[in-house]
Every structure is written in C-alpha cells, then in structure tokens.
C-alpha cells in the first residue's frame, strides 16, 4: 500500500529523534588520552560549588567548569550540592536580622513582612500575627 500523506505524517511522528550527542563529553577526561582524570574532595572547591549552587548553576554546569566528571562531582560534593540553596539562604537571613536589630529601618521593614506577615497600608494592624507593646 502506497504511503499517503497522513500517514506519512503519523509515522514520521511516532519515531523520536534519536540522534543526541554525549551531553558532558570530554568533561573530566584528559583530552590526550580520553581517560578519566583523578578527582578527590577538596574544601576549597567544596566552598566554590556550594556557592555556583546557590547562584543557581546547575550539575552540569558546574562540572564542566570545573572540569570534573558530574557523577564524581556529585560524590565528592554532595552536602554542597544539597545544601548550597538553603545554606545560602540562611546566611543572607542572618545578615539581614543583624542589620534590622542594629537600627537599619528598612532591613527591619523588609525582615517584618517577609517573616512576620506585615504588610503596607491601611489594616495593616489588623493583618498582622503579631502585637507589639511598648512600655516607657
């Protein structure tokens, strides 16, 4: 049976595209030779990855950087890659507690309403959580 027009089409969508190149190919090899090149964990690049992970690299990325293979890199700074996000998270929290508790009105403003629930304008009061009295 002659192949028509439609099912030309319904074949050629039935059959997914195959050709993909090695998404990391070379990354962590010597190039002379195309071996695996030796990696152990080191503190200083344990820090660096933690912080491409909180800048939002991905595994990939950061492998190729660093030119290291992604599954070696996941065993050596796995902590790091977990934890990079929150770590980083909570660092900038505490700097900005710091600042709201040494004076600075607008770090106290923003701490407020990202994690008390304060908002601006009218109602304000009665949208939020929390009472603060003041006694003089």
Known sequence: MPATPATKQKSEKRKPSRERKPAMAGVGRDPATGRNIPHERDEKIAKQVGFY????????????????????LRECYGPEIKHGLNQANVEVAAAMHRQACNGDVAAGKFWLKARAGWKDGEGAAQTSPLSIIIHE
Do not use: F, S, V
């Open 53 to 72: 992970i909180a800048a939002g690299l991905t595994e990939n990325d950061i492998a190729e950087m660093l030119n290291i293979r992604p599954g070696k």
